[in-house]
């Protein structure tokens, strides 16, 4: 208590009188499963609570802090199944009232949702779909970005390959339209930093994955030399099959082998242990990046609410946007969102799957604001300079 009290002079907080009535802070969130095409090698079931246990999670956290100035966050949680309507539950929420959301869906819904939505004094948080075009041509003022775009994770690969002077790149591509989407980002963030694709290659194995793995990829990564070998499968179908195969020894990087993201149970530094094991006592399992996105927009919401003392939507909103918002985040760093695309900067980690490697941005690559603007689209480069009016 006396720890929590001190903490609250520090930042400069006062305790609101006693006759301020207790104010309710009220978040939505939504998440749609997806049926997954089967893939040849022997993945692991993602768990059916991805998401929401991160929104959990900090929901306590809000709490916590907001009993002390009289605020109560609640959340109100909606998974919805593929073919359901989506827009219905959406109008459903805002007319109970709901007007911050937390939205956990692939692109292609987030997109529906946007462009059906008509409501204006809304804020959305996309908690869960990657794409680049989200951050540049289907920018919209309701929207802000807690999950990384892959622009941001393949810079960051790109930096720590670069630095370690791995610059030629041999590409396998999968056929899925997310792989695409992947390697055309490894392709800008190679151009972006000095690396080049000396050979570029479609993974088109047959239905034995492991017969097909012995055979092909010996043959498939003969020919030009190169540093490593990066692999383009978001789905998991293929990649771990890359590793210790090639023809000659060379390390793997991309969606397998070293890969980028937001958060991985191996981090453990500036404070990231006790989240790990707070979330893995409350949901049994480890965090992911999905989890970790969704507790960054719902604390997100009780870090605004906590500095400005409000539940104004318009306080909040303005507030989260400002150059004063700073989200203590596990990472080394303060976390803070673009103004030109409503990105959150965070650093990323690249990871192996028993040991973290390191995290991006890595020392060396400069900016003249904030190291953090390295990793995806800067201001310059931005098509969305109207984001914010």
């Known amino acids: 208590m006396r720890f929590l009290l ?9 305790f609101p009188t006693s006759a301020k009535q207790v104010e309710t802070i009220s978040i939505a969130f939504v998440s749609q499963n997806v049926e997954h095409p089967p893939v040849l090698s022997n993945l692991i079931e993602p768990p059916d609570d991805l998401g929401v246990q991160g929104a959990l999670l900090a929901l306590q956290d809000n709490n916590t802090t907001g009993r002390f100035l009289k605020q109560k966050f609640t959340l109100e949680t909606i998974t919805l199944a593929e073919d359901a309507n989506l827009q219905q539950a959406i109008d459903g929420l805002i007319a109970k009232g709901h007007n ?6 692939p692109s292609v819904s987030l997109q529906s949702v946007l462009k059906q939505t008509e409501h204006q004094d809304l804020l959305f948080f996309n908690s869960r779909a990657p794409d680049n075009a989200l951050r540049q041509q289907a920018c919209d003022i309701r929207l802000l970005h807690t999950i990384p775009s892959r622009a941001m994770l393949t810079d960051a690969l790109a930096q720590y390959l670069v630095k370690k002077r791995w610059k030629d790149w041999f590409l396998i591509q999968g056929p899925h339209d997310d792989d695409q989407k992947f390697a055309t980002s490894l392709k800008a ?6 690396a080049k694709i000396v050979t570029e290659k479609i993974w088109n194995g047959g239905r034995d994955a492991y017969r097909s793995a012995q055979a092909e990829i010996p043959l498939l990564t003969q020919g030009k030399d190169y540093d490593i ?4 499968d978001e ?5 771990e099959y890359m590793i210790y195969r090639t023809f000659d020894p060379r390390p793997v990087a991309g969606t397998q082998g070293l890969f980028p993201t937001a958060w991985y149970w191996t981090q453990e530094q500036w404070g990231a242990l006790q989240l790990q094991n707070r979330f893995k006592k409350q949901a049994k399992r480890p965090m992911t990046a999905r989890d970790y996105a969704a507790w960054a927009a719902v604390r997100t919401i009780g870090e605004a609410a906590t500095r400005t003392n409000s539940k104004d939507f318009a306080t909040l909103n303005h507030f989260m ?6 989200l203590a985040g596990f990472k080394g760093r303060k976390l803070s969102y673009r103004p030109w695309n409503g990105q959150l900067r965070q650093p990323i ?7 973290l490697v390191t995290q991006a941005p890595i020392e060396g690559f400069l900016h003249r604001y904030s190291e953090l603007d390295t990793l995806g689209f800067d201001q ?4 969305c300079k109207e984001f914010i009016k």
């Open 349 to 355: 980690a690249l990871t192996a799957a028993h040991s």
């Open 321 to 326: 946007r400002s150059q004063q918002f700073e």
């Open 380 to 383: 310059p480069e931005s098509k």
């Open 100 to 105: 911050l959301f937390v939205l956990d869906l």
């Open 229 to 232: 070998l990066m692999v383009a």
């Open 189 to 194: 963030s190679a151009r972006k930093y000095g």
């Open 235 to 239: 789905l998991g179908d293929f990649g």
């Open 6 to 14: 001190c903490l609250i002079a520090v930042l400069g907080l006062t």
